[in-house]
Nanobody, 118 residues
Framework: QVQLAESGGGLVQPGGSLRLSCAAS????????MGWYRQAPVKQRELVAT???????NYADSVKGRFTISRDSVENTVYLQMNNLNADDTAVYYC????????????WGQGTQVTVSS
C-alpha cells in the first residue's frame, strides 16, 4: 500500500489560510482515489474533500468554496488549500488513499493538527 506523510498544519487566525500537503511513497494518480478527512474533539471523523484518479473533486458542504483539493503528479503529493478558516475547522486532518484494484485497501496519513484561534 502507498505510504502517506502529511504536513502543513499549525495555528492560524480566523479568516486565515493554510495549505496541507500529503506526500505519497509512489504514484497515486493511476489507481488511487485520494481524500482529506478531519476529526475534531467530541466529533466523528468527517470527509472534507476527495479527488479521483480522473481529477474529479467533491467537497463537504461546510468547506465548499473555501477549500480546494489538488494533486501534483511530479511530486506525488495531494494538497488541501484551506482559505477563510474559522473555529469549526479546528481538527486533526488526515490524508486518505484508496487503492482501486483491491477492495478495502486503504492508507492513512498520521494526521496534522489545524487550530483556528485568535
Amino acid at each position: 500500500q502507498v505510504q502517506l506523510a502529511e504536513s502543513g498544519g499549525g495555528l492560524v487566525q480566523p479568516g486565515g489560510s493554510l495549505r496541507l500537503s500529503c506526500a505519497a511513497s509512489g504514484s497515486i494518480f493511476n489507481f488511487y482515489d485520494m481524500g482529506w478527512y478531519r476529526q475534531a474533539p467530541v466529533k466523528q471523523r468527517e470527509l472534507v474533500a476527495t479527488i479521483t484518479s480522473g481529477d474529479s473533486t467533491n467537497y463537504a458542504d461546510s468547506v465548499k468554496g473555501r477549500f480546494t483539493i489538488s494533486r501534483d503528479s511530479v511530486e506525488n503529493t495531494v494538497y488541501l488549500q484551506m482559505n477563510n478558516l474559522n473555529a469549526d475547522d479546528t481538527a486533526v486532518y488526515y490524508c486518505h488513499a484508496h487503492f482501486l484494484l483491491r477492495p478495502g485497501a486503504d492508507s492513512w496519513g498520521q494526521g496534522t493538527q489545524v487550530t483556528v484561534s485568535s
